[in-house]
């Protein structure tokens, strides 16, 4: 597929052209945009048990003049991020053994051996200024989110048995 980002007006115009260096995720708070790199072939699993792609980095690209481009490289693999008006970014990591195992203990149908964390990055650098973990047992918990509130702060609902919290990052 072709790689190349364009940015088009609202009266369709391109306004300029990029090199994609992997799926484009979401524009950024600081005009660049996040894109989800070298997608696995591995999926995770995503809230009400649907499979959704997983990536093994992010990276910010495209930005306008003087933005720097960053990467941040995950020791697993990371969901779609969210991004906060202060330009944090939220995603979700996933670190450990990603095969599907039957689930005898809990919701759905599914286990999943590994540990599942926030990574919260700082937007402008790429850098990772917290890890939040999720897991309370041996197997991830499924998650919805990150989302982020009108408030700023990233938000994640987690089922940990057969409980749902909302968590606020």
Not at 36 to 43: A, F, T, V
Request: aromatic content about 10%; glycine content about 14%; charged content about 15%.
């Amino acid at each position: 597929w072709e790689r190349t980002l364009r940015a088009v007006s609202a009266s369709g115009e391109v306004e300029w052209l990029a090199a994609a260096p992997g799926v484009p995720l979401m524009g950024d708070m600081f005009g660049g945009v996040v894109a989800g790199i070298e997608p696995s072939p591995l999926h995770c699993m995503g809230s009400l048990y649907e499979v959704q792609r997983c990536y093994t980095a992010l990276t910010r690209f495209a930005g306008p003049a003087g933005t720097a481009t960053w990467r941040y490289d995950s020791p697993g693999l990371v969901d779609r991020p969210a991004q906060g008006p202060d330009g944090t970014v939220y995603v979700i990591e996933h670190v450990g053994d990603y095969l599907y195992v039957p689930n005898t203990n809990g919701p759905g149908p599914f286990a999943f051996p590994g540990e599942k964390s926030v990574v919260i990055l700082d937007g402008a650098t790429g850098v990772v200024t917290a890890r939040v973990p999720l897991n309370s047992t041996a197997y991830e918990p499924l998650t919805v989110g990150p989302i982020v509130g009108g408030d700023g702060f990233g938000y994640l609902l987690v089922a940990n048995d057969t409980r749902l919290s909302m968590r606020r990052l």
